[in-house]
């Protein structure tokens, strides 16, 4: 069925750049399927002219504050238009890294299920307790609080594209890193240094539906980890899709089983947010359990990104993912 497809991106983010570049490729791939496309940048004239267009679909392709946190999916709720990826309430909690560990203990107690995923455990701290209540008076803390002392990872407890991200070796240089971070955000999440194979599974469904593209495997170069830097410049990391079994374990048996276990994990964190219809959970294998950081329901379409490397691993050309995504969004109306 050939669609009217509004296509969302730019914004006022930090991420505006990347949006735009996924904003482009999804126009490219959903004209390819033969939907008629118009690129919107959301700009004060967005409202008046989706009333306006009155596109059949809209395809979200924002990235960050605003594209991510719910605020794009709630107005297309109120403005009644069917859109692809998940609904505000879904977004809104996922936005919140922090929320992982509470997100899944409430689905573990709903289904009762077998516990895969695991998250790194730390501290959250809001800018005004950091600035206005002393809390940064109280960094000599962060050694006990945190299991496992330094290194920590310093991040905005919101946010994308791994933009504020710290490796933090000592408490000499903590202070700098939070305030790093909270200049991208008002709170910030100070968490245990996680070393392994770092890895990003891709997901396609709703609820039971849902099932996962092969796994990819990240590679910085060496000295670096998966940084802002790293994501935009494709020259300063390797990606192998799906991810190398010896990577994982030198037994070939025990390195499928952990592959397998790396995707129940994700399925296990995609479901306990209820995502809908894609998204992808960025995680490190550590050698002995898939420990998750976040739930991404805006994955990238660039060039480089892990979403459409996913497709492409499993033999599913992007322009016919996002036709059944537009397709399936249609069909579905405004129901959220």
């Given at each position: ?32 399927a ?14 008046p ?17 605003r ?20 609904p ?26 077998e ?32 299991i ?27 202070g ?10 008002d ?7 996680v ?18 593209l ?7 170069q ?80 660039t ?5 459409p490397?996913?497709?492409?691993a ?23």
């Amino acid at each position: 069925m050939s669609l009217k497809v509004a296509v969302l991106m730019g914004g006022k983010s930090f991420e505006r750049v990347v949006s735009l570049e996924s904003g482009k490729n999804v126009c490219d791939a959903l004209e390819e399927a033969g939907h008629r496309v118009v690129p919107l940048d959301t700009t004060a004239d967005l409202v008046p002219t989706l009333r306006s267009e009155r596109p059949d679909v809209v395809y979200n392709a924002l990235h960050g504050k605003r594209g991510e946190d719910g605020t794009i999916q709630s107005l297309l709720e109120f403005l009644g238009i069917p859109f692809v990826g998940s609904p505000a309430h879904v977004c809104y909690r996922a936005w919140n890294k922090d929320s992982l560990h509470s997100s899944l203990e409430k689905y573990r107690d709903i289904t009762q299920e077998e516990a895969v995923a695991s998250w790194p455990q730390g501290v959250y701290i809001t800018r005004d307790a950091f600035k206005d209540m002393g809390a940064a008076t109280a960094l000599d803390m962060v050694a006990d609080r945190v299991i496992g002392g330094y290194p920590v990872c310093v991040k905005p407890a919101h946010g994308g594209s791994a933009i504020g991200i710290h490796r933090v070796d000592s408490q000499d240089d903590l202070g700098e890193a939070v305030l790093d971070a909270l200049s991208y955000d008002d709170a910030v999440n100070i968490e245990q240094w996680v070393e392994g194979v770092e890895l990003s599974v891709s997901i396609l469904g709703t609820g039971w539906d849902a099932y996962t593209l092969p796994p990819v495997e990240i590679v910085a170069q060496q000295g670096r980890f998966f940084d802002a830097e790293a994501r935009m410049d494709a020259e300063l990391v390797d990606f192998f899709c799906p991810v190398r079994l010896d990577s994982l374990s030198s037994d070939a048996a025990e390195a499928q089983a952990i592959r397998s276990e790396v995707e129940r994990a994700a399925l296990e964190v995609y479901r306990a947010y209820g995502v809908r219809d894609f998204g992808r959970v960025d995680m490190i294998w550590d050698g002995g359990a898939a420990r998750c950081f976040e739930v991404d329901v805006s994955p990238g379409m660039t060039d480089h990104s892990l979403f459409p490397l996913a497709c492409e691993a499993a033999d599913m050309p992007l322009s016919m993912v996002l036709d059944k995504l537009v397709n399936k969004a249609y069909e579905r109306g405004v129901a959220f």
